[in-house]
């Protein structure tokens, strides 16, 4: 799946919590980050921090990964 967005990454977050059972509170209290976050994070809001983020979607399992743009002369 590509994300092009932070829409898009609140949209697999959501996905993913849901698939595991859990709550938007539950999800808070295990991963000891703010549930109002987890809420934000969820409906893509834009400007939420990269490191939390990333740490929820590591707490559902979540795997990334990324690559640089193939240069012309590769």
Same mark, same amino acid.
């Given at each position: 799946?590509?994300?092009?967005?932070?829409?898009?990454?609140?949209?697999?977050?959501?996905?993913?919590?849901?698939?595991?059972? $859990?709550?938007?509170?539950?999800?808070?209290?295990?991963?000891?980050?703010?549930?109002?976050?987890?809420?934000?994070?969820?409906?893509?809001?834009?400007?939420?921090?990269?490191?939390?983020? $990333?740490?929820?979607?590591?707490?559902?399992?979540?795997?990334?990964?990324?690559?640089?743009? $193939?240069?012309?002369?590769?």
């Amino acid at each position: 799946m590509r994300i092009k967005d932070a829409k898009e990454f609140g949209k697999l977050i959501r996905e993913a919590r849901k698939k595991t059972r $859990l709550t938007q509170a539950q999800l808070a209290a295990a991963s000891g980050i703010g549930e109002r976050f987890i809420r934000e994070l969820e409906k893509g809001k834009p400007s939420c921090q990269i490191e939390k983020a $990333l740490f929820v979607a590591q707490m559902l399992g979540i795997k990334f990964e990324a690559s640089l743009p $193939l240069m012309a002369n590769e």
